[in-house]
Structures are given as C-alpha cells and as structure tokens.
C-alpha cells in the first residue's frame, strides 16, 4: 500500500467493520472485562453514551473542542455519567488496532479516556503513514511512551477479542438506529442534535437538559 493510501471516512459506520480482523497476524491474547468504558458517577442524573471510532475525524474534532468541557464541568461534578462505545469507520482494522492500544494491559477507564485522546490528536499523523506497517510503529511508539513495551503493545493489537467487541457494540448500535459516528444517546435515547458537536451546542444542550432533572 502507497503511504497516504489511508483516508478517513466522513461520518458513517463501516457495517463490515463487524468482521473486522486483528491489526497483524496471531500474537498473544489480553482481556477486558467490560466492553464499555464508563467514568463520573452512578448517581448522576444524566447519563451520555458516545458512539465513536478513533479514525473518525469529527468524533476527533469533538474530542478535541469538547472532551475537556465535558470532563471538567460536568462529569467530575457529578452531573454527567459518560460512557464511550467502540465503532470502527474506515479504515477499520486501524480503529480496531488504535482502541485496542487504548485498552492495552487492561486500563482503567481513566487512563483508557487519557489515552484515547491522546489518539484522536494524533489520528492524522497515525493515518498518514499510510502503511500497516507504518500504523503498527506509530502504536508501538505510542505504547512506548505510556510505559508498554512493544510485547505488550503487540499482543493487543493480535488480540482477536478486539474484533469480537466491536462487533457486539455494531451490532447493539444497530438495535439502536446508530449508523454513523459520533452518535450520542441521552438516558439511553439517540438525539441527533449536530450542535452537541460544538462546544457552545454542549453546554446549551447539556444545561437545558439538567434543568429538567
């Protein structure tokens, strides 16, 4: 594959990405217990659930304006319970290879967020190599500087449990009416407000809806 080859999709789900395969080929195996990842508190009277893909460019461009609003302000105040669900866009074994990196040696929710912004700012240097080859060193490099080594960053980029949480999360999202990303879902329910997208839309958003509780 030419460098430059890979492009990230616009907004809409890979409905192949279900049977999306492991990064590189057979390695070593690692587990998750959860399949969502969940921080704030259990009490709190809102509860948002992102759907996204790390090679997504506007879950990236979210993260980017929004994630540390929406940390800050409202979920370490007890206000929001914040939950991230996997997807896989285009192209789907590198989303697949990036939240597995993420998860790697079983992450607290805490760090998984940490590390999965930190991915999303780097998504288009990551996509830019434009090689398999090419993403797998960018991921090692990344691993390394949170303390993995390449054994451990290798064995969850092959780890096939990556592929079959992915697909359990698709096939959820599609019992929800969830085809592209990102989606949220308020209390469990889809709302496709584009001005959540924006960091003032949040806020009005996420305000008036408190006020309701």
């Excluded at 259990?42 to 994630?67: G, R």
């Excluded at 959540?196 to 408190?210: D, Q």
Aim: hydrophobic share 40%.
């Amino acid at each position: 594959m030419r460098r430059g080859t890979f492009l990230p999709s616009r907004r809409s789900f890979v409905c192949a990405a279900v049977g999306l395969p492991p990064l590189v080929l057979a390695g070593e195996a690692w587990s998750q217990a959860s399949d969502e990842m969940t921080v704030g508190s259990a009490s709190a009277p809102l509860h948002i659930i992102e759907y996204a893909s790390l090679t997504c460019p506007h879950c990236a461009q979210f993260h980017a304006q929004n994630w540390e609003t929406l940390r800050t302000r409202y979920i370490e105040t007890g206000r929001v319970r914040f939950t991230l669900r996997e997807m896989a866009t285009q192209p789907a074994s590198v989303a697949g290879g990036m939240f597995q990196l993420a998860r790697c040696e079983n992450a607290a929710p805490e760090e998984y967020l940490r590390r999965v912004k930190i991915l999303f700012e780097r998504q288009a240097a990551i996509l830019g190599t434009g090689t398999m080859g090419g993403v797998r060193n960018a991921l090692v490099a990344t691993g390394a500087e949170w303390g993995l080594s390449e054994a451990q960053v290798m064995a969850c980029l092959t780890d096939p449990a990556g592929a079959a949480r992915v697909r359990r999360s698709s096939e959820q999202a599609a019992q929800l009416g969830v085809n592209h990303t990102p989606s949220f879902l308020f209390n469990g329910v889809l709302d496709e407000d584009h001005d959540f997208l924006t960091p003032e839309g949040m806020v009005r958003i996420l305000e008036a809806r408190l006020a309701r509780r």
